[in-house]
């Protein structure tokens, strides 16, 4: 289908990334059709019709949705259902976008992933970090050897949630690492690879009377070092101080914060002095507010669909990373064993 519009479903509504991943296909008619859209239920579809961007879909049952002959759809249900929501459209050959984490379930996510693989149906999952601009950029010098020889990432997502949103969380394994952390531990595994050990620490601070895993800290080993993923639901103005800290031999990259407003700054180590903040800050002009945040992430599963390129994170990653993921969550699962899809 390679140059057409893509007939695109809307499945679920439930994940915080819901209406602004709407939005943001629907902010891209050349991109995208919106088909349809369904809900949990006629309660839930009740409540969204006069909500934009809800108002502006049709609202159908799952059936109505494939029999409208659609190439793709955005699985955006509540977290612990993302899986079990993908299977149906895997099933059908439908390519997903999944949002994230992939389930409270390895076994389950891997059972999506050969699903996927004899079907066909390609699988992006959301973790829009990867598509970061300053990330990227980052990416690109430390192939260029031009970080030397990485030692050391600190990947920091931390927010302060008020007490409603802590008890929500609590209902997810590992609480905040669940549900941020998992994004900091992908950026970590993204440019260190699978580390030789973790140790994993979730902590519950109790603030507001709430009983919520709310604090969160892995220490990831590696041959030359050890990277940090933390995730707090508590922190003031925890949101400007998300972070992701790169340290070479030859250089150190900084974001911080990570988005609105995404601020990037490099230090090379010949251009460095003991004892002086010596950072230049680099410019990165595009705004990541609103749906715009997910532009490069619905680029990048566009032209997976049309065939235009292959997802540049293959399924044994993403099942290596959710192993990883879940262990810190305190699931007690074997990560180590190398597994194939």
């Known amino acids: 289908m390679n140059g057409k519009r893509i007939r695109l479903g809307h499945y679920m509504t439930g994940h915080d990334h819901s209406a602004a991943k709407l939005g943001c296909a629907l902010s891209h008619p050349e991109l995208f059709e919106v088909v349809g859209c369904v809900a949990e239920s006629p309660e839930r579809e009740a409540e969204l019709r006069g909500r934009e961007p809800y108002s502006s879909v049709r609202f159908m049952t799952r059936d109505q949705l494939l029999e409208e002959g659609i190439d793709a759809v955005l699985v955006e249900s509540y977290d612990l259902d993302l899986v079990r929501d993908s299977v149906f459209w895997a099933e059908n050959g439908i ?103 973790i140790h994993a620490y979730i902590k519950r601070t109790g603030f507001d009377g709430v009983d919520c895993q709310d604090f969160a800290l892995a220490a990831f080993e590696y041959p030359h070092g050890v990277s940090i993923v933390e995730a707090a639901s508590t922190e003031v103005n925890g949101y400007g101080r998300r972070q992701l800290v790169v340290c070479g031999s030859e250089g150190t990259y900084e974001i911080m914060p990570l988005e609105c407003p995404m601020k990037a700054y490099l230090t090379l180590k010949r251009d460095s002095r003991t004892y002086r903040d010596c950072r230049r800050q680099l410019d990165f002009p595009k705004d990541l507010s609103g749906t715009a945040r997910y532009d490069d992430l619905l680029y990048d599963f566009a032209a997976m669909v049309r065939g235009e390129k292959e997802n540049p994170y293959s399924f044994e990653y993403e099942l290596n990373l959710h192993r990883i993921i879940m262990y810190c969550c305190g699931a007690g699962n074997d990560w180590k064993t190398p597994v194939s899809i």
């Not at 992006?124 to 031009?146: H, V, W």
Request: with cysteine; proline share 5%; glycine share 8%.
């Open 95 to 197: 390519h997903i976008h999944m949002d994230k984490p992939a389930g409270g379930s390895v076994d389950e996510f891997a059972a999506l992933l050969r699903t996927c693989r004899r079907t066909g149906a390609r699988l992006q999952t959301a973790y829009m970090y990867r598509y970061n601009p300053a990330f990227l950029d980052c990416k690109r010098r430390i192939a260029s050897g031009e970080l030397g020889e990485i030692y050391q990432v600190c990947a920091v997502m931390n927010t302060c949630h008020d007490p409603e949103k802590r008890r929500w969380i609590s209902r997810l394994p590992g609480g905040i690492m669940f549900y941020l952390g998992c994004h900091m531990a992908d950026l970590v595994c993204n440019i260190m690879g699978m580390p030789d050990d």
